[in-house]
């Protein structure tokens, strides 16, 4: 079955540093999420992605964050200069375009220490 | 009032019971409703995806949503230990194609043979 693939599966970065965080989603699909989780905390949604703009953001994805398709099969998430709080699980997910009754489907996820 | 509810757990149930789960929401506007399963150190798999309000059924999951009471519910049945992990609900809107979801906190479950 197809799936949504996440790398690295651990980065360990430098405060203030960047770090880019790589995805290739499901090969048909057309929308693109990424999703945070902070260790022991709720699943938090930070952006949409469709047709290689950003279709909807949260109050967590500032202007140290982006989001790129590079290709036609990776989807990145860049944070600019980390910060220690921005140590979480970061998940990719992606969803098809063919009608609204289809569900995401997120990969194993990154898990970013910052220190 | 948090936008969606669910009780953290931890709840451990022997081997064969019946397992229940559940959440509450606040935001009326909520269409979609999902229950994933999280296994340590791994990304959340879909259980169940649901739009209406009743029942929907596959294989030993039942979703079970109530639109009126603004609650949504997860049974397990002849449970595994397999089924050991964490259940997120998830619910949203979708405009224009594009779906957020917000989840619950998730509920760590432990099958016990």
């Known amino acids: 079955e197809p799936e949504v693939t996440q790398t690295p599966s651990h980065q360990v970065t430098q405060m203030g540093q960047e770090v880019i965080l790589r995805c290739v989603p499901i090969s048909n699909h057309l929308y693109f999420y990424w999703y945070r989780q902070i260790l022991g905390q709720k699943v938090e949604f930070l952006v949409s992605f469709y047709n290689n703009e950003i279709s909807e953001k949260s109050e967590i994805f500032d202007d140290q964050f982006s989001v790129e398709r590079p290709d036609g099969s990776n989807f990145t998430l860049k944070i600019r200069s980390t910060k220690l709080e921005d140590s979480a699980m970061y998940f990719c997910?992606?969803?098809?375009?063919?009608?609204?009754?289809?569900?995401?489907?997120f990969g194993d996820g990154t898990r970013l220490s910052i220190l | 009032q948090k936008e969606v509810e669910q009780d953290p757990g931890p709840l451990s149930v022997p081997e064969g019971a019946i397992v229940s789960l559940n959440c509450t929401y606040s935001n009326s506007a909520f269409q979609y409703f999902m229950w994933y399963r999280q296994y340590s150190r791994k990304g959340p798999e879909l259980l169940m995806y649901?739009?209406?309000?009743g029942n929907k059924e596959d294989g030993r999951f039942t979703a079970q949503v109530d639109k009126s009471s603004k609650y949504i519910s997860l049974f397990i049945r002849d449970s595994q230990p397999s089924d050991s992990a964490t259940y997120l609900c998830?619910?949203?809107?979708?405009?224009?194609?594009?779906?957020?979801?917000?989840f619950g906190q998730g509920t760590r479950l432990t099958i016990n043979p």
């Open positions: 998830a619910m949203s809107v979708i405009i224009q194609g594009a779906q957020k979801l917000v």
């Open positions: 649901t739009y209406s309000s």
């Open positions: 997910a992606s969803r098809p375009w063919t009608g609204v009754n289809q569900p995401q489907h």
